[in-house]
Structures are given as structure tokens and as C-alpha cells.
């Protein structure tokens, strides 16, 4: 509990202050007295509202004085020594065991009673630890409780850091701070200019103001609900849109591949075709190389014979046509003769071109349009014209280029 704050109950007309000197056996009674209020003939009993400070009412009649926990109806229950003192029944068994170890320790043996000595009047009763069980309930203490957590309302008051016996019941809105009676009169007064309401006016006069803020907090709040549900939508709608748009794009560069490959393939049947034709035309010479070279090699042979068998009348046949042992002049190889060679190259005349417009090929368009169903209808129909519809959208193109 704050400092300046007690626990009161509610309003009341007659006042009945306890004093936390007072016993059990005297509260009781006062709590159900009835009153006969002076010059008041209707209704002669009335039940008086009570004034309790809590933390002293609990403090001195429900809290165990040993353990100073509060007393219940199960483990904790308040039980009434000879002496009619109350304890708690968990320290009472707590008493004895810690008594009877006390006294095993001097006799080795475990007594069956012991003495147990009260805290509040140091009065002593012997008891076993059945004994104790058997204690009475002190039913005052039960009364208390149910009264205290059954019968009554608590309010939280506070009280003024000048006037400490006065409650602050009073708020100056020019000082912005709470009051109490005595401030209205000393300090916080309408000759040296503070407005003052009470309590109970200000919260009804704020909370219709509050009630406005929290209203158009929520509206606010609904509407970035909204929104967000719609972002999310929208971020849903552009993850498609971005499958779609690769898709787009490896389409075109799909096409473009094709396009290329079969180019190169063409290129390819071509180059095979050229140098395929000249080899076969070196192939034929090579087979008349071939044949000639036979032929020579056939006359040199009859020649070199005819020269080991000396045989003169051959011999003179053989001077007289030399001509058909003559070198051929017709077999002519224009690649050796006129050191001629044909080459082949690829003429790859719009590489840098085609490099060029590949490096800026394609652009990624995005559009900026509204979401409104009229402006859906323009641009879902290619041949519908802006004129007609009445709407002239307005987009905005921006291009993506690495």
C-alpha cells in the first residue's frame, strides 16, 4: 500500500472507528450492533456502515501472530490455546515437533507430551500432538473472516500529502493535480484563478472526451486493420504477378535460344556442306594421283627390265615412242601448281549488334493504376476509350534495366 492510501469502506452517515487495541470479543458485537439514528422516527434500526483501516484490522485480528500469514479454513485454521490466544494449527504441530526434538536431544527418547509455551501471554499448557489436533476452532476469528471477505465492499482512498486526514475528493484542472476540502479553501481557490471540480463531475466530464478518443482510435485502428489486410492481399497478388512475369521473361529468352540454336545449326549444316564438298574434290585428285603414280611405277619397271636384259632391238622400240614414258602435263593441281588453298571463315557481321540489343533486350514495366471498379473495366478492354467511360486513368511507366 502507498504511502497517503488506506482501504476504506463505502460512504457512510455514522462512523463506528476501531481501535486495533480492542479484543475479539468486543468487535464482534459492535460489528452487528444496530443503531436507533436520533430524529429519525421511520425505520428505527438501521445497520451502521463500518470504517475499518484494512492492513491494521488484518494485521491485529486475521493474521497468525507466529508466521503472520492469514488465517483459513483448511490448513491454516485459528485455533484457541487454554490461554484463548489463537494460533494457526501449522504452527502449533511447528511448537511441538520443534519442542520434542528439543527434548529427544537431552533424553534420547521422543516424548509423547510436551510444554507449549504461549507467544502473546507465555502462559504454558502441556499437550500431546493428538491433544493439539483437538484444539478448538476459534470461530470469532471464522466469523471475522467471512465478515471481512463476504460482507463488505473495498474502496481505495487517498489522502492529501498537506492535509493528511483529509481525503482527496477534488481536481483543480488549472494546477492539473488532485485535491482535498482544505486546498480548495487555502491554496486552490477561484479568487487566485484555479478551476476546481470534484472527483466524481471530472471523470463524468472527461470520459465522454476519452470515449470520442478511444472511438476514433479504434476507427483508425479498423482502418489500418483494413489496409493491412489489403497489403497482405496485394504482396499474395505480387508474388503471382513475379511468377508470371519470369515466366514472361524466360519465355522470350527461350525463343530467342531456340532462334539462335537453330541459326547455328544452319551455319553449321552450312560450314559441313562447303568444306565437305572440297574434300571431296581433293579426294578425287588424290585418287588420279593415285592412279597416275601406278602408271608410272608400272613404266619405270618395264624400263628398268628392259635396261638389266640389254636387249638392243627393244631398246630402239622403246627410244622411238619415249613420248608414253614422258612426265603427263594434264594432271594439274591448282593448290601445288598455283599455291592456291581455299579457306573457310564465319562471318559473324552483327555479333556486336546483336550483343548490343541483347545487353538492353526487354523491360520490366510497371504500371500504377487505381483499384477502382470503373478504372478496372478501362483497362481490362483494350478497345473501350477513356472518353466514353468518363475516367481518363492516368498510369505511370517505369523501365527496369540492369
Do not use: W
Amino acid at each position: 500500500m502507498k504511502k497517503g492510501e488506506s482501504y476504506l469502506r463505502p460512504p457512510f452517515m455514522i462512523q463506528d472507528h476501531f481501535s486495533t487495541d480492542e479484543s475479539v470479543e468486543k468487535i464482534i458485537p459492535k460489528l452487528d450492533q444496530r443503531m436507533v439514528f436520533s430524529g429519525q422516527p421511520s425505520s428505527p434500526y438501521v445497520k451502521r456502515n463500518i470504517v475499518l483501516e484494512e492492513c491494521s484490522f488484518v494485521e491485529k485480528f486475521l493474521k497468525c501472530i507466529i508466521c503472520e500469514e492469514i488465517y483459513n479454513n483448511d490448513d491454516r485454521q485459528p485455533k484457541l490455546l487454554p490461554c484463548h490466544h489463537t494460533l494457526c494449527r501449522i504452527c502449533i504441530i511447528q511448537m511441538f515437533i520443534s519442542e520434542a526434538e528439543y527434548r529427544r536431544s537431552l533424553i534420547n527418547d521422543l516424548p509423547n507430551a510436551v510444554t507449549i509455551i504461549c507467544p502473546q501471554c507465555s502462559k504454558s499448557f502441556i499437550s500431546t500432538h493428538e491433544g493439539l489436533r483437538q484444539l478448538p476452532t476459534d470461530h470469532r476469528v471464522i466469523q471475522l473472516l467471512d465478515f471481512f471477505s463476504n460482507n463488505t465492499d473495498r474502496q481505495t482512498v487517498q489522502y492529501c500529502s498537506i492535509h493528511e486526514t483529509q481525503p482527496i475528493n477534488f481536481f483543480c484542472e488549472s494546477c492539473i493535480e488532485p485535491i482535498c476540502r482544505d486546498c480548495t479553501i487555502v491554496d486552490h481557490t477561484e479568487a487566485k484563478g484555479h478551476y476546481v471540480r470534484d472527483l466524481d463531475g471530472a471523470v463524468k466530464h472527461y470520459t465522454p472526451i476519452i470515449e470520442a478518443a478511444m472511438s476514433d482510435l479504434q476507427s483508425e485502428k479498423s482502418s489500418l486493420k483494413e489496409k493491412r489486410e489489403t497489403l497482405e492481399q496485394s504482396i499474395e497478388t505480387f508474388d503471382k504477378a513475379e511468377h508470371d512475369v519470369v515466366e514472361q521473361v524466360r519465355g522470350s529468352f527461350a525463343a530467342l535460344r531456340a532462334a539462335l540454336e537453330e541459326r547455328e545449326k544452319q551455319l553449321i549444316a552450312m560450314a559441313e556442306k562447303e568444306v565437305g564438298n572440297e574434300k571431296q574434290k581433293f579426294r578425287e585428285k588424290i585418287d588420279l594421283i593415285d592412279k597416275r603414280t601406278e602408271e608410272v611405277g608400272e613404266k619405270y619397271q618395264e624400263l628398268q627390265k628392259l635396261k638389266e636384259e640389254g636387249n638392243v632391238e627393244k631398246m630402239y622400240k622403246v627410244t622411238q615412242n619415249l613420248s608414253d614414258y614422258k612426265p603427263s602435263s594434264t594432271l594439274r593441281i591448282r593448290e601445288i601448281d598455283d599455291g592456291t588453298m581455299t579457306k573457310f571463315t564465319f562471318n559473324d557481321r552483327d555479333e556486336k549488334y546483336i550483343s548490343n540489343r541483347l545487353q538492353n533486350y526487354g523491360d520490366i514495366i510497371t504500371r500504377m493504376e487505381s483499384s477502382r471498379s470503373s478504372v478496372s473495366s478501362v483497362s481490362s478492354t483494350s478497345n473501350t476509350s477513356s472518353t466514353s467511360s468518363g475516367y481518363t486513368p492516368s498510369y505511370r511507366y517505369s523501365y527496369y534495366r540492369p
